[in-house]
């Protein structure tokens, strides 16, 4: 019986020391710092929004793109600086919001192509800073811009015909007005990065960027807070099959879902809006980015690129 007593007193005193020991081991500072990775790990594996977050490092940067614009009158630099932004897309879910007050109170104002405020102040505002414009848009004649007007045009110094336009109407805009030309050195940037953000090449799936990504690329660069107005999310028109709503609030060309759809999917060549949007809710994750009219919900943002056009090439969201 003594040796039996002495057998499980023994045995308790080991165990006792057993987790002693695996108590200090476990609560050492690196323990508790690889306790906490390994927790943050298997967290990132089932939240991709996390995920992307913690590879920020790896992410390809976005700023820097208004080193690559212009001016048409003396080659001098961008030099458009504002606290707080309103970007306003053309988006006729704009309409009947009452937005343009709110869009007033910010201190710039970045609008897209020649979207005119006139007539609709009370949805968009009616103050204009800066207007980022494709190349298409370079027949204008100078009265369509008032006087004091920035304008940045983007595809601008590859396409001779445009860029010949585009001098010819700055010579003819008043003094106080400034007009920069994208280099083709940013055209290709801009290419680069959405490959880098979606893993298609842009020329190989005969993509085109819109008017919005080259916009927010720039806001980026020349804003603090950005606030976007009127730009639907990625999955908008999946999630409202039929809720469709005017392409521009400006004209009844066509309906924006149902451009959207087609233009994602199009082999022959196109925007790929839904796509874009996708990435923008990622830039919004790493740079001061909200949006407005609808509110984008950005911890359920689209961090996994699950949109059509990439689902047609083959690759899988991520």
């Known amino acids: 019986m003594r040796k039996l007593a002495a057998y499980f007193v023994g045995s ?55 080193r690559h614009y ?8 961008v030099t458009l600086r504002c606290s707080s932004c309103a970007v306003v897309s053309s988006s006729g879910f704009l309409l009947g919001k009452e937005a343009g007050q709110e ?24 103050r204009t800073t800066l207007r980022v414009m494709n190349f298409f848009m370079t027949g204008l004649k100078p009265e369509e811009l008032p006087s004091g007007s920035r304008v940045m045009v983007w ?9 010949e336009r585009a001098r010819n109407l700055t010579g003819r805009l008043s003094a106080v007005s400034t007009f920069h030309g994208q280099t083709v050195e940013g055209e290709g940037e801009a290419a680069k990065l959405f490959t880098k953000e ?27 807070e950005i606030h976007v107005y009127g730009m639907v999310t990625a999955d908008h028109c999946a999630h409202n099959p039929q809720k469709d709503f005017p392409y521009h609030y400006y004209n009844n060309r066509g309906k924006e879902c149902s451009i959207y759809r087609g ?12 796509t874009e949007k996708a990435v923008f809710a990622r830039w919004a994750l790493r ?4 949006f407005h009219y609808p509110e984008w919900e950005l911890d359920k943002a689209l961090a996994n690129l699950d949109t059509p056009f990439l689902k047609n090439q083959g690759r899988r969201p991520s």
């Open 155 to 163: 595809g601008l110094f590859r396409r001779s015909v445009y860029l």
């Open 70 to 77: 212009k001016s048409l009158l003396d080659n001098e630099p």
């Open 103 to 126: 869009i007033n109170s910010h201190p710039c104002t970045i609008r897209m192509n020649m979207a005119p405020v006139e007539g609709y102040q009370r949805d968009v505002g009616n």
């Open 12 to 66: 308790a005193l080991l165990a006792s020391l057993g987790y002693l020991f695996l108590g200090i081991w476990l609560f050492t500072p690196r323990d508790r710092e690889r306790a906490g990775a390994f927790e943050d790990a298997f967290v990132d594996a089932r939240d991709p929004y996390r995920l992307y977050m913690n590879t920020s490092a790896t992410l390809p940067p976005v700023g820097g793109a208004i």
């Open 198 to 224: 979606t893993g298609q090449p842009l020329g190989g799936t005969k993509s085109w960027l819109s008017t919005g990504w080259l916009t927010l690329m720039i806001a980026i660069d020349v804003c603090q």
């Open 263 to 274: 233009a994602e999917l199009n082999k022959r060549g196109g925007h790929r809006f839904m």
């Open 287 to 290: 740079y001061n980015i909200s």
